[in-house]
């Protein structure tokens, strides 16, 4: 038995097992920064500009938190078309190498209280692609790039809402492979509910958002395209939260497991 081994083997045997537990749940903590996502979100902040008219703004403060994934340091885009190279993360963090670029033909408000919460603000504008009598249908689009310290995978969540409540506004919401329809039927009340009709013919009534998941690659681009009978697609944010490497919390976790499984071995040693 080498001196590392027996003085290892001391401090086990004379530290209480179940005081290996804390050690074990700091360890995991400390070893594995990935359990907590990456996330970016993103809040068209613009409210309506029709009429020639200055668009009034609803930005999000950096201690608001909004979204299905909760999350605060929201990046505010006032116009319905630009971009933006300098994005944080929930954290206030720059996160390097991230940029969006997102172009619409206008922007719009709901009849919704923007003071009621930070959802109800996120919620309340965004971008705005008009279809029949503005030169459309013709989808929104918005890219983003990610650095590879991002994370590979991602998962992106869609934001959308409109003032009609007849089911007037029927739009598509698209990433690569996956797509979802909505069929508006009520302004924003404070519940998120998930678009998950695949085609216009079975868009998902009352619905306010879209989940693509396990999206991949350095950038996606995000589209949304009014129905061929319908006259607007709008977009009010867009979340983006990095999917942890697969197996890396579980080998810290084995290795916290394989620790207090030694000290039990070293005990049974002793006897």
Request: overall charge neutral.
């Amino acid at each position: 038995m080498n001196r590392f081994t027996r003085v290892l083997r001391n401090v086990m045997l004379n530290r209480p097992l179940l005081s290996l537990a804390p050690v074990a749940a700091s360890l995991m903590l400390i070893l594995a920064p990935h359990a907590d996502a990456g996330t970016i979100s993103l809040n068209f902040s613009s409210g309506n500009d029709q009429n020639g008219l200055p668009a009034p703004t609803y930005p999000l403060l950096p201690s608001d938190v909004a979204g299905v994934a909760p999350a605060a340091n929201w990046n505010n885009l006032a116009t319905n078309s630009g971009s933006s190279s300098t994005l944080t993360d929930q954290l206030g963090n720059t996160v390097t190498g991230a940029s969006v670029t997102y172009a619409s033909n206008g922007t719009y408000e709901t009849n919704t209280n923007p003071a009621t919460s930070a959802d109800f603000k996120m919620m309340h504008a965004g971008i705005d692609e008009r279809g029949s009598g503005f030169g459309g249908p013709v989808p929104a689009s918005v890219t983003v790039t990610l650095p590879a310290s991002f994370g590979s995978t991602y998962n992106v969540y869609a934001y959308f809402d409109a003032v009609t409540t007849n089911g007037a506004v029927v739009a598509g919401y698209n990433i690569g492979s996956q797509t979802y329809w909505t069929k508006d039927t009520a302004a924003f009340a404070g519940t998120f509910v998930q678009a998950t009709g695949n085609t216009e013919a079975a868009a998902t009534a009352g619905s306010n958002y879209a989940l693509f998941t396990n999206v991949s690659g350095s950038a996606f681009t995000l589209t949304a395209t009014p129905g061929n009978n319908n006259f607007r697609a709008e977009l009010m944010g867009i979340q983006i939260v990095s999917v942890p490497e697969p197996g890396s919390a579980g080998i810290v976790s084995l290795g916290a497991v394989g620790l207090i499984s030694f000290s039990r071995r070293m005990r049974r040693l002793a006897q």
